[in-house]
Every structure is written in structure tokens, then in C-alpha cells.
């Protein structure tokens, strides 16, 4: 998958939780620097290890177990720092990001999960790379399309949590 999937698709599923939240009269888990710290976790793996080809992805340390246990500090810092909201549901949504990464490349090609012990495969092309972009683009309009809605959901909140004050 491209970079826009691995940082969107995690966006999109935190903001999608504190959507649900805010609609049932609760405050939003994640601020807006938790969400661009999630996004970065999301390509996190690509970062570390930049590569165009499968094989290359295929040797790369940061698409394996081990990576996902050795972020586990860095997700805590990240929470600490993500301000108002919640720290540990941003720690643990970052970690989140990073496990979506490793599931989404292994579905488009595979990911060698193992490495440097192991060189075993799991995952091949379900999804072809030539659906890539189009998940990019979906992930930007849900994003998009879930920003925008947000601030909405919000007044509704504050106007009923009035109203019942009034009362
Ligand atoms: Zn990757």
C-alpha cells in the first residue's frame, strides 16, 4: 500500500471512535496533534525502511514483530505528548498504526514478519497494486468527509449537554 493508506486509514479509524463517542454525549479521545502523531506511526515502518521493491520490503526490519515491539516505549512517549485527550488510548492507537501498516502490506504482497530470524512470508497481492491509489484516494475523502463532520457532531453534543443543564 502507499504512504496515503498507512497514514489515513488509522485517522480515519480514530476519528471514527471519537465520532461514536461524541454522539453518545462523551468527549473526543484524541486532539489534533494526537491524530497527525497516529498518522506518523502509520507510515512509521516506511520511514525507517524507504524501499520501492517487494524483496526490499521483504528484508526490511521495520515490517516484523520485532518492530512492533520494540515501538511499544516510543507509542507511551507519543501518548504523553499528544496533549488534551487521551494518552494511552493515542499510545496505544499509534502502536495500532503501525500493526495496520504491517496488515495492510501483508494483504498487497506480504510481509516477512520473522526477519532477521526467519525468512518466512505471510500475505500475498489480495489486493493488487494497481487498487493502490484508489485506496489513497478513499482514505483522503474519509478523512476529509470525517474532519469536516467532527466540529458538527461536537455543537450537538455541547447543545444537548445545555439543554439538559437548562432542564
Ligand atoms: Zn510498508
Redo the contacts with the bound molecule.
Sequence with gaps: ?FIGT?ALLPVCGGLAVDGLRVVTGREPLFSARGLWIIAFFGVL??LCSP?LSLEA?FS?L??TLGFLVAIVPFCALAGMVAGQGGRLATAIACWAAAAL??G??AISGG?AWLQPWKPDVIGSYLIHPRYWIGFDAFFMFATWFLVRLMPRLEARRILAAHSLDAS
Excluded: T
Design positions: 500500500m498507512h515502518p516506511d524501499h520490503r526490511s521495520s515490517h501498516h504491517l495492510a502490506d510481509i
